[in-house]
T-cell receptor, first 112, second 113 residues
Framework: GAGVSQSPSNKVTEKGKDVELRCDPI?????LYWYRQRLGQGLEFLIY????????KSGLPSDRFSAERTGESVSTLTIQRTQQEDSAVYLC??????????FGQGTRLTVV | GENVEQHPSTLSVQEGDSAVIKCTYS??????FPWYKQELGKRPQLIID?????GEKKDQRIAVTLNKTAKHFSLHITETQPEDSAVYFC????????????FGAGTRLAVHP
């Protein structure tokens, strides 16, 4: 059906609160990626899921960040005890095999 | 791990000129190199990609070249137009059949009328 869908589109949270970001990949896409994009900056790799294999968590910046994905379905990125430096757009992408990766519209997170 | 470096960080050209953006990668086993365009406030979108079994690929005004020996690849845009103004990201991946995609830091291209 539709492309990669992320929710919420925008999230404003108070420093110290936990947030959960959601990504609905394109049906049948086995690979799912999370990236962080700070204002005017590049795409910082966070985590990568490939089917039922163990995820590659090498990009997670601290233990406050975690992500889950069940099979080839929805993924959630959780940030605990948010800090102001967590403010960014969080982008999710999904991909079938070695074909094109499609991005969602992102979640703009603002920590105040 | 994989690292992708991208230059220049900003590029300003006159309409009709050509623009070239270069990337280098560290993992010699990487075999897939896409280029994405991100317009202001929008999601990145694929514009062209190349796999390691070819040295060049062209799509209208856009071309990508790959030098596996030197581990670098380049995006070439000819006859630039104002609507080409955006941030361009290169990426590398596919090493060992692994699908991880690592992006360069991006190039902000401005095309002036």
């Amino acid at each position: 059906g539709a492309g990669v869908s992320q929710s919420p589109s925008n999230k404003v949270t108070e420093k110290g609160k936990d947030v959960e970001l959601r990504c609905d990949p394109i049906s049948g896409h086995t690979a799912l990626y999370w990236y962080r994009q700070r204002l005017g900056q590049g795409l910082e790799f966070l985590i990568y899921f490939q089917g039922n294999s163990a995820p590659d968590k090498s990009g997670l910046p601290s233990d406050r960040f975690s992500a889950e994905r069940t099979g080839e379905s929805v993924s959630t990125l959780t940030i605990q005890r948010t800090q102001q430096e967590d403010s960014a757009v969080y982008l999710c992408a999904s991909r079938r095999g070695f074909a094109e990766a499609f991005f969602g519209q992102g979640t703009r997170l603002t920590v105040v | 791990g994989e690292n992708v470096e991208q230059h220049p960080s900003t590029l300003s050209v006159q309409e009709g000129d050509s623009a070239v953006i270069k990337c280098t990668y560290s993992d010699s086993a990487s075999n897939y190199f896409p280029w994405y365009k991100q317009e202001l406030g929008k999601r990145p979108q694929l514009i062209i990609d190349i796999r390691s079994n070819v040295g060049e690929k062209k799509d209208q005004r856009i071309a990508v070249t790959l030098n596996k020996t030197a581990k670098h690849f380049s995006l070439h845009i000819t006859e630039t137009q104002p609507e080409d103004s955006a941030v361009y990201f290169c990426a590398g991946g596919g090493s060992g059949g692994y699908n991880k995609l690592i992006f360069g830091a991006g190039t902000r291209l401005a095309v002036h009328p």
